[in-house]
């Protein structure tokens, strides 16, 4: 059975910082990508970063490039989102997202997705 879940949210102030983790279990982790999205309220569900199966390539949005790392343990199926600088507009609902075997961070970022997690609320205060 395939496990994805999300921890690590919560709520916290405007230029605070947060460490959201996801454990997989039950895939071959270590040979695919892995993103997190997010879902605002009211809003559709958006890319947020990925990370490549080797590790050596992430991809971000925009929106929060230079503020967010995204990394992973392969050894403990496990990536990890860290968030600096959080802003009022980061609040949502952050999902853990596996991809396809073998695929790349581009087709993730197109949610192009073969597992999901459940979400972690994050809620950033002003």
């Known amino acids: 059975q395939v496990q994805v879940v999300e921890s690590g949210g919560g709520l916290v102030q405007a230029g605070g910082s947060l460490r959201l983790s996801c454990a997989a279990s039950?895939?071959?982790?270590?040979?695919?990508?892995m993103g997190w999205f997010r879902q605002a309220p009211g809003k559709e569900r958006e890319f947020v970063a990925c990370?490549?199966?080797?590790?050596?390539?992430?991809s971000y949005a925009n929106s929060v490039k230079g503020r967010f790392t995204i990394s992973r343990e392969n050894a403990k199926n496990t990536m990890y989102l860290q968030m600096y600088s959080l802003k009022p507009e980061d609040t949502a609902v952050y999902y853990c997202?596996?991809?396809?075997?073998?695929?790349?961070?581009?087709?993730?970022?197109?949610?192009?997705?073969?597992?999901w997690g459940q979400g972690t609320q994050v809620t950033v205060s002003s």
């Open positions: 990370v490549s199966w080797s590790t050596r390539d992430a």
């Open positions: 997202a596996a991809g396809y075997q073998l695929s790349t961070c581009a087709a993730v970022s197109l949610s192009r997705l073969d597992y």
């Open positions: 039950g895939l071959t982790f270590s040979n695919r990508p």
